[in-house]
C-alpha cells in the first residue's frame, strides 16, 4: 500500500532554502494486524473453551462393613435396577426372593416415570423448597442443607444399581443421571449377588 | 479558466485500531486458553445432565476406550517425571533420560509397564497407532493399574479422579477399573460425561 507523504510537493516552493526532508512517522499496521488474527484464530482453534462435565460419585468402602453397621433398607422402600444389554433395564421393587422383574427402558416415559413416582413425595418437597428458595431469597448453605436433608429422608427409596457383562458405560451413566434427576441420593452400583443370578438366568437381559 | 481540480482521496485506512482489537482478542485468548489435550483415541463420552466442572489441575485421568483398553495420565510435567521414575522402581526397569522426557511429554499412555521402553523410543507418527497402545492391564492377574494409581498418590496426593469412557465401553472393563479404585480406598471419583444435547466433538 502505497504512502501519501503529507510534505508532498513542498520542494517545488522552496527557494534554494534547502529543508532537510520529513519523514512520516506512520508505519504501515496492516502485516501487523494481519499477524494478530493468524495467532488468534490458531489459539480460538488449539483451545478448549467448553470444559467436560463430571459426574461425581461415590462407591462404598470395601473395608469395615461388617453385618452389624450396614444400613438395612425397608423391603418397601427398595428398588432394584438391572442394567442389560441393548439399552434395557429391568427392575423390581422390594426383596429379591419372588421378585417380579419387568422391563423398562432409559427413556423420559420408562425409567424415569418409575422413579418420579417412586419418589413422589420426596420431589414434592423439594420442589417446595425451592419455590421457598426463590420467595424469601435462601441462602446456598441453607438450601443445599436442607435439601440434603430431604433427600436422605426416611421414605427415600434406595436404589441398587446392577450392571450385567452385557450393558455399556453409557448405560450406567444413564441410570445414574436419573439418580439425580429423580433427586434419589440413595443409590449404589453394586455387583451382582447370587440371589439375583439365579434372577435373571435363563431370562434374555 | 480555472480548472477545478477534484482532490484525490487517499485509499490509506488507519490500521491502529483494528490492530489494536486484534491484539486484544489476542490476549483475551492466550489467557483464557488450556489447551486441548492430545488423546490417543477418540472417545464420545455419554451426555448427562451434571453440570460440575472437571478442574484443571491436580487430576489424574483414565482413559478408557471402546475395545477396553484403558489409559493413564496425571497432569504437571514434573510430576509425570517423577511417577514414570517411581514405576521404574516398582517394577525393577530402568528408563533413560531421553525416555523419561519423552513421557512428561505424553498426556496419556496406554501400555503395560514392560513395553513402555521401547514405546516411548518410538517416533511420535507411529504412537498413536491402535497396535503400539495395548492399554494398561488391570486384570487380577497382573493389575498394573493399581501401580500407577498408587504412585499417582505419592507424586502428588491432592489428585483427583477422573474416568472418561467411551459411551459404548463394555461395563465389565469399567468394572474392572472401579473395582481397583475400591480396592485402594479410593470411593470418590468423577466420570466424565458432557452436557445433554450438546453435539460430540
Not at chain 2, 57 to 80: A, E, H, P
Amino acid at each position: 500500500m502505497a504512502e501519501i507523504s503529507q510534505d508532498q510537493g513542498s520542494h517545488k516552493k522552496g527557494k534554494g532554502k534547502k529543508r532537510s526532508k520529513k519523514l512520516s512517522t506512520r508505519i504501515d499496521l496492516t502485516p501487523m494486524v494481519d499477524l494478530g488474527f493468524l495467532l488468534i484464530t490458531f489459539f480460538m482453534l488449539a483451545t478448549t473453551l467448553i470444559k467436560p462435565q463430571t459426574m461425581e460419585i461415590t462407591m462404598p468402602s470395601n473395608k469395615d462393613v461388617t453385618e452389624d453397621n450396614q444400613t438395612v433398607a425397608k423391603a418397601s422402600q427398595a428398588v432394584t435396577l438391572i442394567l442389560g444389554g441393548k439399552d434395557k433395564v429391568f427392575y423390581y421393587f422390594g426383596k429379591t426372593e419372588g421378585a417380579q422383574l419387568t422391563a423398562t427402558d432409559y427413556s423420559a416415559g420408562g425409567l424415569r416415570k418409575l422413579l418420579l413416582q417412586k419418589n413422589f413425595s420426596i420431589i414434592k418437597q423439594v420442589e417446595d423448597l425451592k419455590s421457598e428458595k426463590t420467595k424469601t431469597r435462601m441462602k446456598d448453605e441453607v438450601y443445599k442443607s436442607q435439601l440434603s436433608k430431604i433427600k436422605s429422608g426416611k421414605n427415600a427409596p434406595v436404589v441398587r444399581i446392577m450392571a450385567t457383562d452385557k450393558a455399556s458405560y453409557k448405560n450406567l451413566v444413564d441410570a445414574l443421571d436419573e439418580m439425580n434427576i429423580c433427586y434419589i441420593s440413595r443409590y449404589a452400583i453394586v455387583d451382582i449377588d447370587a440371589a439375583d443370578q439365579a434372577l435373571i438366568a435363563g431370562k434374555d437381559i | 479558466m480555472p480548472k477545478v481540480k477534484i482532490p484525490r482521496k487517499s485509499t490509506w485506512v488507519d490500521m491502529t485500531a483494528m490492530c489494536d482489537v486484534a491484539f486484544l482478542l489476542l490476549t483475551f485468548f492466550m489467557l483464557t486458553s488450556n489447551f486441548t489435550k492430545k488423546e490417543p483415541v477418540l472417545v464420545a463420552t455419554p451426555s448427562s445432565i451434571s453440570e460440575i466442572k472437571i478442574p484443571e489441575t491436580n487430576v489424574m485421568t483414565m482413559l478408557i476406550d471402546k475395545s477396553g483398553k484403558i489409559y493413564f495420565g496425571i497432569d504437571g510435567q514434573d510430576n509425570r517425571q517423577q511417577l514414570l521414575q517411581m514405576m521404574g522402581e516398582t517394577f525393577k526397569i530402568k528408563f533413560s533420560q531421553e525416555e523419561i522426557k519423552t513421557y512428561t511429554l505424553l498426556d496419556l499412555c496406554g501400555n503395560p509397564i514392560e513395553s513402555m521402553s521401547s514405546f516411548l523410543k518410538m517416533k511420535p507418527e507411529v504412537r498413536d497407532l491402535p497396535q503400539n497402545n495395548q492399554g494398561i492391564p488391570a486384570d487380577s492377574t497382573n493389575n498394573q493399574l493399581i501401580e500407577w494409581v498408587k504412585a499417582a498418590r505419592i507424586v502428588n496426593p491432592e489428585l483427583r479422579i477422573a474416568i472418561k469412557a467411551d459411551e459404548s465401553t463394555p461395563f465389565p472393563v469399567v468394572k474392572k477399573v472401579m473395582k481397583t479404585l475400591q480396592t485402594l480406598e479410593e470411593n470418590r471419583y468423577n466420570l466424565i460425561t458432557r452436557l445433554e444435547g450438546e453435539s460430540d466433538i
